[in-house]
């Protein structure tokens, strides 16, 4: 089974652009979280969608978004790129995010990560 | 909200030591999962262990180990017979059982170095 896939590996931006990045969950899986990554931050959670429809979402500002596909495809969109913005983006997909007391422990996998630069 | 700590930001030890890398949490619930997550050079995340909080019993993965001291709020993860492939960074993680939540918190992490 592929594991989960995330587009492009590196990306290299100005200020003030947009990008989008892209990720592919493990077929069958149904739940899609990113996660951000700097030296100074570390691990912060961005959102999770589930079924197109977004469940969770930390605390980052409007700049960030995303969206899922019927097909449980992701992509997370940043517009007006800062410096900040200069990171480790990880997504993470699980089999089915409810009623886990039923149908068991869902474990995230992750992909490899879009490291994204602002220049 | 939930926090993690990991106050070792570097650990090492030598080939087929055992090391200990400490984990302490804050939160208000009575029931979540616990994680040990590994990230090598290649950055990606791999899930070593996992604790649900509400199971008394130390989970244990072949080398791999936790302490699990609830009252404490303390997670601590041992590694047995270390060897060359455990170098990484390490992440300690708190999950709700909350039904659908998947948001992790992390710790800010603890690279781990093997010394041959």
């Known amino acids: 089974k592929a594991g989960v896939t995330q587009t492009p590996r590196y990306l290299i931006k100005t200020r003030g652009q947009q990008v989008t990045l892209s990720c592919s969950p493990i077929?069958?899986?149904?739940?899609v979280s990113w996660y951000q990554q700097t030296p100074g931050q570390g691990l912060q959670f961005l959102f999770e969608?589930?079924?197109?429809?977004?469940?969770n979402k930390g605390n980052f500002p409007g700049r960030f978004s995303g969206r899922q596909f019927s097909n449980s495809r992701s992509e997370m969109n940043v517009s007006t790129l800062e410096l900040g913005d200069s990171a480790l983006y990880l997504c993470?997909?699980?089999?089915?995010?409810?009623?886990?007391?039923?149908?068991?422990?869902?474990?995230?996998?992750f992909g490899p990560g879009t490291r994204l630069t602002v220049l | 909200a939930q926090t993690v700590t990991q106050s070792q930001p570097e650990m090492s030890v030598q080939e087929a030591e055992t090391v200990t890398l400490s984990c302490t949490y804050d939160?208000?619930?009575?029931?979540?999962?616990l994680f040990w997550y590994k990230q090598p050079p290649s950055r990606q995340m791999i899930l070593v262990i996992r604790?649900?909080?509400?199971?008394?019993q130390n989970a244990t993965e072949n080398r791999f180990s936790v302490n699990f001291q609830k009252a404490a709020k303390s997670f601590s993860l041992k590694i047995s017979d270390s060897q060359l492939g455990d170098a990484a960074m390490y992440f300690c993680?708190?999950?709700?059982?909350?039904?659908?939540?998947?948001?992790?918190?992390f710790g800010q992490g603890t690279r781990l170095t093997i010394n041959p």
């Open positions: 604790q649900e909080a509400y199971k008394q």
């Open positions: 993470a997909s699980s089999l089915n995010a409810q009623g886990e007391a039923v149908l068991g422990f869902n474990e995230q996998f």
């Open positions: 969608y589930f079924s197109e429809t977004q469940r």
């Open positions: 993680a708190y999950r709700t059982p909350i039904q659908g939540a998947q948001k992790l918190v």
């Open positions: 077929s069958g899986h149904r739940s």
């Open positions: 939160t208000s619930e009575s029931d979540y999962y």
